[in-house]
């Protein structure tokens, strides 16, 4: 099959852009070799809107009068930080536990490829797809449902993107690092889900909560990504005119993301001592 | 030597007290598994690790696989130190590690092959093309179907190819043909036999005495974690080879 001397051949390497890539190809097969899973996710999102459309209904605007008294668009953002935060929180976690229920977690982690290389490549598919469904979503709110967005306040919405993947990805960080050493029962994906919806101002303002609860909310990130989202989406604000919400988000992704890597590392490591890396 | 052991021990740990009440492990207390193991292997050589369940061969091969770190003692491949540069030890190396689930079903075996062999390294047409050389090889390049509908031979053989993609120097197979028919794990061993006569490393437990003899150049058991006997595994004089290591295996067995 291959001559000795041909073995000693130095042959072109693959780069961590191109590792990545190639596990976001596996991804992607492997997603849509589930053909109905897809068919159930496009019902459940197209239910979510409609749902979110008609509570709109019934919203009074005096509530909302930071954010132009429109509902409808201020719980579409909701829902936008929602699909961003589960791609974020779970993608990485999700491999972990489907390598380790489909026996190739040894197999993967025994190649040369960086952690890095595999925690962003596992992002890249879910977040396609996030990123689809939010197209979808806004595509049928706007020319369906008449909600209205601000054009101006798209570069600011860009921008505040990769922050807000950054800091989810570094708590879905820690998420796969608990994976990783307790098998299930991760505690910070609901709970940064929970809170993000309770506290931070997902699905309502949260000038609607007692003044502690407000206070809370100030302590949370996905808070500033939601402030910065809606003030360029729906007020058309600059970057600039909410650049200390936007700089608080930045500072938070910078902290968490080391840290988070670090925790990981330090559960494999853990794993490998204990002999446990591959126990499901 | 491509693959140098020594004194090479592992003890399993509980976690650390803090992490106890998540990490859970099959006992609370120290589990000696391996105690100071010492063989090397060269290149070109195929060396058969043998031993009864528990013996410790699974361990040992997830030591130089940079799976589990090891208590104590050192283990290099081609001069790199497993646990001091896991990443660069990973370069040269390609694990087949027991059953079969060791690729990703809902893909063909070109795809898994493609996708490993970029991890493993290769650039993207390379392994495009390596991929199909070794699909060629095994036969199984019109049938490129997904790997749920492969035969265990077939998936057997599409795991040894894919630990090759990368071209490793040093190739660690654990029971590479458990629960495969006589035919397919003769095919397996010519694969090996391929791979060593290209100047590969390879090193293999399993527990068919008969493969053992057959396939390897050198033998070693290993009963309760400790290296009972390194040597020849027969080469022309298989059957006494194979009935002297069937008889240590046995007074091990029976000794109190």
């Known amino acids: 099959m291959i001559a000795p001397d041909e073995a000693t051949i130095t042959r072109p390497r ?12 596996r991804d992607f097969l492997v997603e849509i070799s589930y053909q109905f899973a897809l068919i159930a996710r496009v019902f459940s999102i197209a239910t979510g809107v409609a749902t979110y459309y008609f509570i709109s209904k019934i919203v009074d605007p005096s509530q909302l009068h930071g954010y132009a008294g429109r509902y409808f668009e201020f719980v579409l953002i909701g829902l936008f930080l929602g699909a961003i935060s589960s791609v974020g929180l779970g993608a990485f976690t999700e491999t972990i536990h489907s390598e380790q229920a489909s026996g190739t977690l040894e197999v993967l982690l025994a190649t040369p490829t960086a952690l890095p290389t595999l925690f962003i490549g596992s992002l890249i598919v879910p977040l396609g797809f996030a990123l689809v469904e939010i197209v979808f979503v806004f595509g049928v709110a706007i020319l369906v449902l008449g909600a209205h967005f601000q054009a101006s306040g798209l570069v600011t919405a860009a921008l505040a993107m990769p922050p807000t993947l950054a800091l989810f990805a570094a708590i879905g960080g820690v998420s796969a690092a608990f994976i990783v050493l307790s098998k299930r029962g991760d505690p910070f994906t609901p709970l940064m889900t929970q809170s993000t919806n309770f506290l931070a101002g997902a699905l309502f303002p949260i000038a609607v909560l007692p003044g502690a609860l407000q206070g809370v909310a100030h302590l949370l990130p996905p808070f500033y990504a939601l402030q910065v989202l809606r003030a360029g989406l729906i007020n058309g604000d600059s970057i600039f005119e909410v650049g200390p919400d936007y700089l608080i988000l930045v500072a938070f992704a910078l902290v968490s993301l080391p840290i988070s890597l670090s925790l990981l590392k330090r559960a494999l490591r853990v794993a490998r001592v204990t002999g446990t890396l591959a126990s499901y | 030597m491509s693959l140098e052991l020594r004194g090479v021990a592992k003890t399993y740990m509980p976690a650390p007290w803090y992490l106890r009440p998540v990490v859970r492990v099959a006992s609370s207390k120290p589990v000696d598994a391996l105690h100071d193991v010492s063989f ?97 090889r095994l036969g199984l390049a019109d049938r490129d179907r997904r790997v749920m509908g492969y035969s265990s031979g077939m998936r057997a053989a599409l795991n040894v190819a894919r630990a090759t993609m990368g071209e490793p120097s040093l190739l660690v197979l654990d029971e ?10 003769i095919s397996v061993g010519h694969l090996l036999r391929e791979q060593a006569d290209a100047g590969r490393t390879v090193l293999l437990s399993s527990h068919r005495m008969d493969e053992v003899a057959t396939w390897c150049d050198r033998v070693v058991v290993l009963i309760d974690g400790t290296v009972r006997h390194v040597g020849p595994a027969g080469g022309a ?20």
């Open chain 2, 40 to 136: 090397s292997v060269a290149p070109g050589e195929i060396v058969g690790l043998i031993g009864p369940n528990g013996a410790g061969k699974t361990t040992l091969l997830k030591i130089i696989s940079t799976l589990l770190e090891p208590s104590a003692g050192t283990a290099t491949i081609d001069g790199i130190d497993v646990v001091e540069s896991p990443r660069a030890a990973r370069e040269q190396l390609g694990l087949v590690l027991t059953g079969d689930r060791a690729t990703y079903w809902r893909l063909s075996g070109r795809q898994n092959l493609e996708f490993f062999g970029v991890l493993a390294g290769l650039s993207v047409p390379e392994s495009r093309r390596r991929a199909g050389e070794m699909l060629e």
């Open chain 1, 14 to 25: 693959s780069t961590p852009l191109a590792q990545a890539l190639a596990i976001a190809k």
């Open chain 2, 237 to 256: 004089d298989n059957d006494k080879a194979a009935r002297e290591l069937l008889e240590l295996l046995e007074r091990e067995a029976n000794s109190p």
């Open chain 2, 176 to 185: 590479p043909t458990r629960s495969l028919d006589p035919l397919a794990s």
